[in-house]
């Protein structure tokens, strides 16, 4: 930022600021507020509302030389233009003078808010955003005292229209701003929500089905500044004020969202404490003041019947309640009998310190740790990772950003608007991916591969890759060789396990051979389908191919906080074999069902701890809402088991084991729970007195996280292991070869639980290409039978001309266990 | 009658017909212009003549095209044939009835500003103009005068029309655009300018019909001949749309600079029934209203002197005549209900000012109102005055608060009876 400075005045408070800043901004960076409402600091301006009328002066030029023309004292002489002014849509200009706190500017504040509140229905008692809106602060703050609209000739419309089903519109409370269409065009680019009709008749409405059709809808209701966009959700469900906030962070992709849960006692439900709502929190570095969808509606679980509260122990075949002594027990007794067999598989949905008691108890007692999970490259990214002061917020010109075999919208959604943003701003993208997806339109350069074919197509960028190479891939290599800085982001598309870690593997080989490691803005990033995933291998945890095999050999299976009988038959039968099976989790599952010995948990808003996000970020979330009955955190319960086995473990203080690990783990020696919830500053100011300005998100106030080290960045050796086989892709004749995707709103066991995305959730359905359809004599919405490993599934079809022929996809996690890529029986159903 | 040469038609029958055109020396200007003069060179021409728009704001036309950036393209051209202001019915006549000069003039301000594309604006009722002119189009395709090389040169050009759904504000430049690009009819926040981004984000030139139409007359007969006509600051012709109270209503193609008394009296044929004229507005429902003081029927009708001396911009020259019988209380009444309607509703302001002056309006109409009723209308006018994001917001109150000011008795006739207790 070598730009010169901009100076003028506002309110005679001498501001320098950069050129092109708005007035609105300059005057905000002096503390003085220009009351908005159209204005949003993440928005383009559009004038609509008129709320921030100032006085502008500026100084007259001397049309010759070019100077300010100055009277006898040598000040420049101002031309006050006859009208007010947009402060929000004025660039400031050298030498301009702005006066907010005249009379005639109060006039204008008063006149148009008595404008706004002539068509309101003022029903701020039974108002969502009563009590953080800003219709009502600013009303008090700048509004007439009195209406002299003649409250019998109200407009009445319609205050109930659901846009969809996440989101309803109140038609009276609409104060026409924008900021929603505008959100939904600039920001999340999906146009789904338009302005209709003109005059008084100017509303909102719906484009798309199903209507409001984009993930990241919810915003819209936190910078609506009024009551009239509320979600499904929390409309009618409490008053702000009585809202406590427990800062948390997401727990549904790596993307590590900074996140508020907004509780209060419910007297419906005895008293307890209950989540109503889930907020966005600022953190300029993760997700901004935003959110999506599922972040924000997919919470419900914690509610769920289905919770279990006391530890049991199976007797005479059946599940029986028991002590949490009597089932600890028995654990230690039968870890100690069976040594060495444990076979720990835990979910990456547990924080850092769960992880790490699991992975010493297990360490310890010479198991296996062993990760749920069908991604790999977790011990790269720890070595090759984007490291400190990496900010995708500020990724421009000189950067490029190769993504490949993923489909960031759905994988990881808040990483998608980033990403986006970063190369509106200027950064190259390059996308390779087998099919079209939604940030192809983003990119500088877009390269089909064939499914299985992924590393062939990041081979060309190798630095010695021949010079024969045909477009668009010529193009992309020598953007990507001509960059000073390189993320290289991979997904799930397509890949299982062994594909998954060979991809990493190439990624990160290919990152170290061209300099791209070490240093801000370079590195390799994992779009994880856990909020956990990196922390859980930075803990020790990885996944492995057999695992079925290993489960059926375990002495003692210890499953924490993950469902594998649920998910395939295969695992469950494989559990069948394995010896003692002990099961932590917070819900009913089948693999609980099959338990030996079950430890009931605590859901992650129940207690503290700390998240490693995709990016590698630390960041901490705390308790939001008492824990149920008789569970306890899962690293507790773990310490207990270890204390059994005559080891100390940490059981009390999630902060003490995180300092047990930064002791232990060279990325974490800086770490403590005081660092991790320190906050600085951010632009745009958010929290109560800038309601007005940035809308409901919440000020971070509990910690901003922080940015862990890489081996790279520490400038240690780096331990790359030798480049696993590269997989084969699996075709044969007579079977159709089905890939995995990844969507945002699968079945998963956390999603399932909250009833408003139900609509929204994917199916168990075969997308392929018509020919392909044709050549296996299957046509659109047919309903055809698979067989995974003798176990026949219902699959529907759907066509879609875009994709790659001879191929299917079908989404992960709609219970059907297909997590790789698999060559499959096909037949239509009888 | 005189010779007319904006309404041609009526000094040449048949002039709607392409050969009947061309045998009166159509297309000649634009041969002209296209083979021998350079792009600049017919700017200048403009320039020269002092043409201003026609459509109400009276910019300088040669000014307008010349402020289009050779560093960004295309350029393009959009006809503003939206014609919705009350009272204006001057380019519908010249498209229903001399089409190809307006063409033609379309056609050279397209060659002046190196545009390959040219829209035509409608609005949505005039769809049988749009087909006529669709006609038309074909056959100036068909005789070489548009498409690819025209006159052998490697200038091409291509014209569209396209129809509005029926809304005055799609009549603003910026709406029209918006429209035009199939979105919502709003107004843009300016700058950025069309001339710098306009249509599809790219330097646009918008003119409106009648502007167009002198062009021809302008590169055939030079800027000198167009001076001729009308005053220094405002030379040429316009055509004048009288409405209201005379007995002559209907296009007029005058000086400018001629008065008020010739439209009205000579031209017009006078008041009906010869009543006393109370009012005059000169710019449709956007007008400021003229008390009709012998004084002011002696005033020139040009962009500068109704200004200065009432305050009363020309606009588009819709003259509507008020004699004595007409309330100015109802006048505002119906002025306010048009904008009303018409207010696209993006600004605060407009959007709610007008509801909110209508419902006042009509409490004074149904004699409901009180004297607090008449300030309260005034005080709401004033608070619209000088805080909208368009001009049409800052129309809507021209006629109430200059009735308020002239003819505050026709408003006190409708108050309600107050009891003084
Ligand atoms: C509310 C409003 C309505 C307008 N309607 C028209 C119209 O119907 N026709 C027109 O030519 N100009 C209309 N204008 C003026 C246009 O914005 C623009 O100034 C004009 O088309 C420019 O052409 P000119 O320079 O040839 O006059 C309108 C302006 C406003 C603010
Ligand atoms: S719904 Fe809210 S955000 Fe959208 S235009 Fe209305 S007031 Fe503005
Ligand atoms: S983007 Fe990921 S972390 Fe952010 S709210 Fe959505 S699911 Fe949660
Ligand atoms: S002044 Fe009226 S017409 Fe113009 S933008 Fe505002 S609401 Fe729309
Ligand atoms: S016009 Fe500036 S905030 Fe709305």
Redo the contacts with the bound molecule.
């Keep these: 930022m070598t730009d010169k400075l901009v100076h003028l005045t506002i309110d005679n408070i001498p501001v320098s600021v950069p050129p092109d800043t708005l007035v609105v901004d300059a005057a905000k960076q002096a503390g003085i507020n220009i009351p908005v409402f159209c204005y949003h600091p993440k928005l383009h301006p559009v004038g609509m509302c008129r709320m921030c009328l100032v006085e502008i002066g500026r100084p007259l030029l001397d049309r010759a030389s070019g100077e300010f023309v100055r009277d006898a004292d040598g000040a420049p002489k101002l031309q006050f233009s006859p009208k007010l002014e947009t402060a929000c849509t004025t660039p400031v200009t050298e030498g301009m003078v702005v006066i907010t706190n005249s009379q005639k500017v109060a006039d204008a504040r008063r006149e148009v808010l008595e404008f706004i509140l002539t068509s309101h229905p003022l029903d701020c008692p039974i108002c969502d955003k009563g009590g953080e809106c800003p219709l009502q602060n600013l009303t008090m703050e700048h509004g007439p005292g009195q209406s002299r609209f003649l409250f019998d000739e109200k407009m009445h419309l319609d205050k109930h229209v659901p846009l969809g089903e996440l989101i309803y519109l109140d038609r009276e409370r609409c104060i026409q701003c924008g900021r929603c269409v505008r959100f939904q065009n600039e920001v999340a680019d999906d146009p789904v929500i338009a302005f209709s009709q003109r005059g008084r008749a100017l509303e909102i409405i719906t484009q798309s089905t199903p209507g409001f059709d984009s993930i990241f809808s919810g915003n819209t209701t936190d910078i609506c500044p009024v009551g009239a966009l509320t979600t499904a959700d929390f409309r009618f469900a409490a008053r702000p004020w009585e809202l406590k906030a427990a800062a948390s962070i997401c727990q549904h992709c790596a993307v590590g969202c900074n996140i508020v849960f907004n509780v209060r006692r419910e007297a419906l439900q005895g008293g307890r404490m209950v989540i109503k709502r889930v907020m966005p929190r600022q953190n300029e570095q993760v997700n901004e003041i935003w959110i999506c969808d599922k972040g924000r509606f997919a919470y419900h679980y914690v509610e769920s019947p289905q919770r279990l509260t006391q530890p049991m122990i199976r007797k005479d075949g059946a599940l029986i309640e028991a002590e949490w002594d009597e089932a600890l027990d028995l654990v230690a007794k039968k870890l100690t009998a069976y040594g060495a067999s444990l076979v720990t598989l835990a979910g990456g949905r547990l924080s850092n310190e769960d992880l790490f008691n699991l992975y010493s108890l297990t360490h310890t007692q010479g198991g296996q740790a062993v990760l749920y999970s069908y991604m790999a490259g977790g011990d790269l990214t720890a070595q090759v990772g984007i490291p400190p002061q990496t900010d995708l917020g500020k990724l421009g010109a000189g950067c490029v950003i190769l993504v490949i075999a993923c489909d960031l919208h759905e994988e990881a959604p808040l990483w998608w608007l980033r990403i986006k943003a970063a190369a509106q701003r200027g950064a190259s993208l390059i996308v390779l991916n087998p099919r079209t997806t939604r940030l192809d339109r983003y990119a500088r350069h877009v390269i089909r591969y064939e499914y299985g074919a992924e590393l062939a197509a990041l081979s060309a960028f190798q630095p010695q890759s021949r010079g024969d190479l045909p477009e668009p891939v010529r193009s992309a290599v020598k953007t990507f060789q001509e960059a000073e800085n390189v993320i290289i982001l991979y997904g799930s598309e397509g890949l299982g396990l062994q594909e998954s870690k060979a991809l990493a593997h190439a990624c990160a080989g290919l990152l170290i051979k061209t300099y791209h490691i070490g240093r801000s803005n370079n590195g390799l990033v994992a779009a994880w389908h856990n909020a956990n995933l990196q922390g859980a291998w930075d803990m020790g945890f990885s996944p492995i191919n057999n695992l079925a095999e290993t489960l059926s050999k375990a002495g003692v299976t210890y499953v924490v906080a993950t469902d594998p009988a649920g998910d395939d038959p295969q695992l469950a039968e494989a559990l069948q074999h394995s010896g003692f099976l002990v099961v932590q989790d917070i819900l009913m599952t089948e693999t609980v069902k099959m338990a030996d010995v079950f430890l009931p948990a605590q859901a992650y808003m129940e207690r503290g701890g700390s998240y490693t996000s995709g990016e590698r970020r630390l960041q901490r979330f705390y308790p939001a809402v008492p824990p149920p009955g008789n569970t306890l955190p899962d690293f507790a319960i773990t310490a207990r088991i270890s204390q059994r086995l005559g080891r100390t473990a940490e059981e009390q203080s999630p902060a003490r084991i995180l300092l047990q690990i930064a002791a232990t783990n060279p990325a974490y020696a800086e770490m403590d729970y005081q660092l991790l919830a320190q906050v600085h500053e951010q632009q745009p100011l958010m929290g109560r007195h800038d309601l007005y300005y940035g809308g409901t998100t919440y000020e971070n106030r509990q910690g901003l996280g922080a940015h862990l080290s890489t081996a790279a960045s520490r400038v240690e050796p780096l331990n790359i292991p030798d480049a696993p086989p590269p997989p084969v892709f699996p075709v044969q004749e007579g079977l159709l070869t089905v890939v995995p995707t990844t969507r945002l709103y699968d079945r998963g066991s956390l999603l399932i639980h909250s009833n408003l995305l139900h609509q929204r959730l994917a199916h168990p359905t075969l997308t392929m290409h018509p020919k392909t359809a044709e050549a296996y004599q299957l046509s659109r919405g047919q309903t055809a039978v698979m067989l995974l490993e003798k176990t026949p599934y219902r699959v529907e079809i759907d066509l879609d001309e875009d994709l790659p022929h001879g191929i299917a996809l079908l989404p992960r996690s709609v219970g059907i266990p297909l997590n790789a890529p698999q060559a499959v029986k096909l037949r239509p159903e009888s | 009658m005189s010779e007319h040469y904006l309404l041609r038609h009526r000094s040449v029958p048949h002039i709607d017909r392409l050969d009947v055109y061309r045998s009166q020396g159509g297309f000649e200007a634009f041969h002209k212009a296209v083979t021998s003069l350079k792009p600049g060179e017919v700017i200048e021409e403009i320039k020269k003549s002092g043409l201003?728009?026609?459509?109400?704001?009276?910019?300088p036309?040669g000014t307008?095209w010349g402020f289009l950036p050779n560093t960004l393209w295309p350029h393009y051209v959009v006809a503003?044939?939206?014609?919705?202001?009350p009272g204006?019915f001057k380019?519908h006549e010249i498209l229903e009835s001399n089409p190809f000069q307006f063409l033609e003039g379309l056609m050279i301000a397209a060659y002046a500003v190196q545009a390959q594309r040219a829209y035509i604006y409608l609005?949505g009722e005039f769809w049988q103009l749009a087909q006529a002119l669709d006609q038309r189009i074909a056959q100036l395709e068909a005789d070489g005068l548009l498409g690819e090389d025209i006159f052998g040169t490697d200038y091409s050009l291509r014209l569209f029309t396209h129809l509005g759904a029926g809304a005055?504000?799609?009549?603003?430049?910026?709406?029209?655009l918006e429209s035009l690009e199939g979105k919502l009819g709003q107004?843009r926040l300016r700058p950025p300018f069309p001339a710098t981004a306009g249509l599809y984000n790219s330097p646009t030139v918008?003119?409106?019909?009648?502007?167009?139409t002198n062009v021809p007359l302008i590169i055939g007969r030079g800027a000198d001949w167009f001076r001729s006509f009308g005053t220094d600051k405002s030379p040429g012709l316009k055509i004048f749309s009288l409405s209201g109270c005379v007995n002559r209503p209907g296009n007029y193609e005058l000086p400018l600079g001629c008065t008020f008394r010739e439209l009205i009296y000579d031209h017009g044929g006078g008041i009906v029934q010869d009543h006393a004229i109370k009012a005059i507005m000169a710019a449709g429902a956007?007008s400021v209203l003229i008390a009709a003081t012998p004084e002011a029927l002696e005033t020139p009708m040009d962009y500068e002197t109704t200004l200065e001396k009432f305050g009363a911009p020309l606009g588009?020259a819709s003259i509507i005549v008020l004699d004595e019988t007409v309330n100015m209380a109802w006048l505002a009444f119906k002025t306010i209900g048009f904008f009303k309607h018409?207010s696209c509703g993006k600004c605060t302001p407009c959007r709610e000012g007008t509801f909110w002056m209508n419902q006042i309006a009509t409490r004074i109409m149904r004699g409901k109102a009180t004297r607090a009723d008449i300030h309260l209308l005034e005080n709401v006018a004033q608070q619209i005055q000088g805080k909208c994001l368009?001009?049409?917001g800052e129309?809507s109150i021209m006629a109430v608060l200059s009735s308020l000011k002239l003819f505050a008795k026709d408003f006190e006739q409708l108050i309600k009876v107050e009891h003084d207790g």
Excluded at chain 2, 80 to 85: C, H, K, P, R
Excluded at chain 2, 168 to 176: D, K, N, P, R, S
Excluded at chain 2, 206 to 212: G, S
Aim: proline letters at 2%.
């Design positions: 201003r728009g026609r459509g109400g704001a009276g910019f036309t307008k503003n044939a939206d014609e919705s202001e204006t380019d609005r005055y504000i799609c009549g603003e430049e910026t709406a029209l107004p918008i003119n409106n019909v009648e502007t167009l956007s588009s018409e368009c001009a049409l129309f």
